[in-house]
């Protein structure tokens, strides 16, 4: 697949995703949350395509890096096409403040193919630490990361109307959350103490906000593997008039729910080298 054709798939998915929510149905959304998900390494546009272009995918890599881990990509299998970021030096135009050997940075994008694990054959991966309605230990490492934050944590019973709160540097939970619950309204809370705190960058309706942070929590319970049964309708609040607040919103949760992820799954990857980097798709605004 070459570059334009990469470009113009991204185009395409992001109009899709626009005219979907245009339209009051929120699939096409959820979807793109739950590409997140699978996908955090990824930058949001390349997360897009790689659920567009193969929506049952659950692991991916490159050609070799699946020879790596000891498996072959099947003949007659057509990659998954992403944008992956090039950086280089070449020498520097010349201008009067510049020496003649002075070089600047170059950065650009070439179109590269990772694969599915259903595409390729060969040695069993190990398999990835899965909950199911239970959040284990990445309750302990949500709650340790916080921490980590210097965000203080709290529990209380009198919490009536909200099951948590967040008050820029303190989060109140209520005391009684199921293990599931707790996970999720803790990584919603944190996601409003990470995106929501800076007053000259997060939006200024509440219900963008509140959308936001329930988004982050969606995806952040997809990526450990929880099943969380969240209204969908909620996520399509999360349009507020036009592609340029659609995209922020978008860019906002991937950021911040990778951010999460990364630190509450360190181990989890361990030796699996899935990604090809933090490689940034096209995005037509």
């Not at 209204?231 to 999360?238: F, G």
């Not at 999460?260 to 030796?271: M, S, Y």
């Amino acid at each position: 697949m070459k570059r334009d054709d990469v470009q113009r798939i991204a185009r395409e998915a992001f109009q899709q995703l626009v005219e979907s929510v245009e339209a009051g149905t929120s699939e096409t959304l959820v979807n793109y949350l739950k590409a997140m998900g699978s996908f955090h390494r990824y930058s949001l546009g390349n997360a897009i395509l790689i659920r567009l272009q193969k929506p049952d995918a659950t692991h991916v890599a490159g050609f070799r890096t699946w020879q790596r881990l000891g498996r072959r990509v099947r003949k007659g299998e057509y990659g998954i096409g992403i944008m992956a970021p090039i950086v280089y030096r070449r020498k520097a135009a010349a201008d009067a403040d510049r020496d003649e050997d002075d070089q600047e940075t170059v950065r650009t994008f070439k179109t590269a193919h990772v694969f599915d694990v259903s595409q390729t054959d060969g040695k069993p991966l190990p398999e990835c630490a899965r909950v199911q309605g239970n959040p284990e230990q990445f309750l302990d490492r949500l709650k340790d990361y916080v921490a980590a934050k210097g965000i203080k944590l709290e529990h209380s019973e009198h919490l009536t109307t909200a099951e948590g709160v967040s008050t820029g540097g303190t989060i109140l939970l209520k005391q009684s959350l199921a293990p599931a619950e707790e996970f999720s309204v803790l990584c919603h809370e944190l996601a409003h103490e990470i995106c929501h705190r800076q007053t000259d960058t997060r939006p200024d309706a509440k219900k963008v906000r509140e959308t936001e942070a329930e988004a982050v929590a969606f995806v952040v319970c997809q990526g450990v593997g929880l099943d969380v049964n969240t209204a969908s309708s909620d996520y399509i609040q999360l349009y507020n008039g036009d592609r340029k607040t659609l995209m922020e919103s978008l860019e906002r949760i991937q950021r911040t729910a990778s951010e999460i992820l990364v630190a509450i799954t360190a181990d989890r990857h361990a030796g699996r080298e899935f990604e090809v980097g933090a490689a940034v798709a096209a995005q037509a605004a």
